[in-house]
């Protein structure tokens, strides 16, 4: 900070509004997307060690283990699949990402030892690796592309959608498992997976939209409104 100075200057021309960043049929798919595969993770987190405990009478450092491939297998791919999703497109990949999340939760509930659990884990952090990686950058294409440049606030919509994820998730999934039982809960979650994944498929194009503001024009066009003012 005191090498660098820097230096803080308020944004010129007008900023796009929350409301009309929801509203945004894009954005909205695309945070929902982060959402929804955090959401998942919350299930997992919440409920696989109760689930361990009574299955395989786990012990806590087995318990324990199961988050580890995740987090390890989730550093490595996020950068890749991001490098990737650029090149073959990241609405493909977080369709995909949404893909093997349903088969992972669909084939976690046939788990039938518990060292498989650390492999399903493993798995469904490609998953969600293949979603994030691409939707957080999507998201700044997309106001660059249609909005202001307002990174601040669609990001604060992708943090929240996080934040809601891990508020609500513990309990609607505990909620759930109370009543039908780990392997139908994850049926019924990797049914809304299902059901939301073609959705993903709206991303694949983007029209561009005017921006607002004169400094958002080229040169020409400026030259042009001020030779028209004359």
């Not at 609607?172 to 993903?200: D, E, R």
Request: include cysteine.
């Amino acid at each position: 900070l005191v090498v660098l100075r820097p230096k803080i200057e308020p944004q010129k021309g007008s900023t796009t509004s929350y409301a009309k960043l929801l509203l945004d049929p894009y954005i909205l798919i695309a945070t929902l997307g982060i959402f929804l595969t955090t959401f998942d993770i919350s299930l997992l987190e919440t409920n696989v060690p109760l689930w361990m405990i009574q299955t395989w009478d786990a012990s806590s450092w087995q318990r324990g283990l199961y988050m580890l491939p995740m987090g390890v297998i989730y550093t490595v791919f996020v950068p890749l699949l991001g490098i990737l999703g650029n090149k073959v497109g990241r609405w493909l990949l977080a369709i995909l990402g949404i893909l093997i999340i349903i088969i992972v939760l669909v084939g976690l509930s046939f788990c039938g030892q518990m060292y498989g659990v650390y492999i399903w884990i493993g798995v469904i952090a490609i998953g969600n690796a293949s979603v994030e990686g691409n939707m957080y950058p999507y998201m700044a294409y997309l106001v660059d592309n249609q909005h202001t440049g307002d990174y601040g606030a669609v990001y604060t919509l992708t943090s929240l959608a996080v934040i809601l994820a891990y508020a609500v998730g513990p309990v609607a999934t505990s909620t759930t498992v109370h009543f039908v039982g780990f392997q139908k809960m994850c049926w019924i979650f990797a049914g809304i997976n299902a059901l939301f994944a073609p959705f993903m498929y709206i991303l694949r194009s983007i029209p561009t939209e005017e921006k607002i503001g004169n400094d958002e024009l080229t040169d020409e066009q400026k030259q042009k409104l001020l030779g028209d003012g004359l």
